[in-house]
């Protein structure tokens, strides 16, 4: 199946989850959330997939549910009153790590923003112990933030500094030392759905932007395999 574009019919179903979110709703209108997100996703992955591998020839890009599709079910031990997401969100990831700690192509949408981003979003402590390490080396430091100074230039966001205190090994006299205060790193672009997200035009739109993060993704990358070392 070609991709020709996220339907529109799908951001009105999801708008329409936020007045209904049930799992009784759900469930009497699983043939339209088939038809109107899964399909498209599943196929937007396979197109997207094709596109990345001219970057990373063994991206993961799997149109699969807890592959690069997430779950339409949040977890049912935090969300008791909303059980189902209204943002859909799509992975596509290098290495062999758990997908959310490996450094990947992400992007999600609703109504209301559609967020491309590259990288990791969130450090577990063992990744994070790792990145400390890692950037204890200066050169990794200037590398690192050369390329975040480079893709802020280009018109893309970086996350703020999640700790305001310096962790130990660490002081502000120090090269780039604000890069220790992270835990996560990744950049971004978001804008709200338009005509090009209707179309198939969004793929080369992300493509755009994920080739341009792809120095980026590649630090990060080398950081998983330190990690996994």
Known sequence: MIFTGFPNEGITFLDEIL????KEWFESNKERHQKLIVTPN???VQE???HLQILIPTIHAIPKVNKSLFRIYRDARFHLAEPIKTRIGIIFWQGDGHRMQ???FYMHYDS???FIASGIRNFKPALLSTYREYIQDESKRILLHTILQDLKEKGYSIPEPHYKRYPLGFEASQTHSYLSLYNA???YSSFKPTKIFYSSQIVDTCFTI??????LHQWVYELTLKSKN
């Open 19 to 22: 007045i209904n979110n049930s």
């Open 42 to 44: 599943k196929t937007f």
């Open 48 to 50: 997207m997939g094709e």
């Open 102 to 104: 490996s450094s990947s």
């Open 112 to 114: 209301q923003e559609v």
């Open 185 to 187: 790193m990744f950049a």
């Open 210 to 215: 994920y080739k341009d993060m792809f120095d």
